[in-house]
């Protein structure tokens, strides 16, 4: 009896340290020059840079080692491993539609009645890749009849893990695709760990 519980032991701690992996072991960063941020991440197998123009995203942090923001109150980006979603997800041949039921679901459940919202739809930004997949999405809530706001998602899947950039709180719809697909045209992704010099 003894030993079957600190095998429940030894193996929940085995469990926690791999889930935890990701979060311990990510090097994130930001080298900032006086008209362009380059924001970095090596976690696990992902590794990608970000370059922004500092006119438009003049000060973006890191809150923790796996999200960005990027525009105070308005655009984040996010990244994690997908089997935190669902356990086999990375067997799947639509882990992005997973992903955006799983957010949308959960949406839905936390949004109040008194909110008016638009339905779910999906967009095209045209980004084709060989290096990872991408879906595009948003809603829309009505404050009023004259007042709006998008919240627009940017899924990418590559390798196991999910990249999330997200903006809120614009009413130009245009204005929003315009500058996720500029950011999804400065993301690269490497098949090694980005060192970079300081």
């Not at 990244?79 to 539609?97: C, G, R, T, V």
């Amino acid at each position: 009896m003894n030993f079957h519980f600190n095998m429940k032991k030894l193996t929940l701690i085995i469990l926690l340290i791999g889930y935890c992996q990701t979060v311990i072991y990510a090097q994130v960063g930001i080298v900032k020059s006086k008209i362009s941020n380059t924001i970095y991440c090596n976690a696990g197998d992902l590794h990608f840079t970000l370059k922004t123009d500092k006119s438009l995203m003049p000060d973006p942090k890191w809150e923790n080692s796996n999200r960005l923001v990027l525009l105070e109150n308005h655009i984040t980006l996010e990244y994690f491993e997908a089997f935190q979603i669902q356990k086999d997800i990375n067997s799947s041949k639509k882990p992005l539609e997973i992903y955006q039921k799983w957010e949308t679901d959960y949406i839905k459940s936390n949004v109040p009645n008194s909110v008016k919202m638009s339905d779910f739809k999906n967009d095209n930004l045209d980004v084709l890749s060989k290096e990872f997949k991408v879906n595009t999405w948003y809603y829309c809530t009505y404050f009023d009849k004259s007042m709006k706001s998008y919240s627009y998602f940017v899924d990418i899947y590559r390798m196991g893990y999910f990249i999330r950039i997200q903006y809120q709180m614009c009413n130009n719809l245009e204005v929003i695709r315009s500058r996720m697909k500029s950011l999804i045209d400065q993301l690269r992704f490497d098949n090694n760990f980005i060192s970079i010099d300081k």
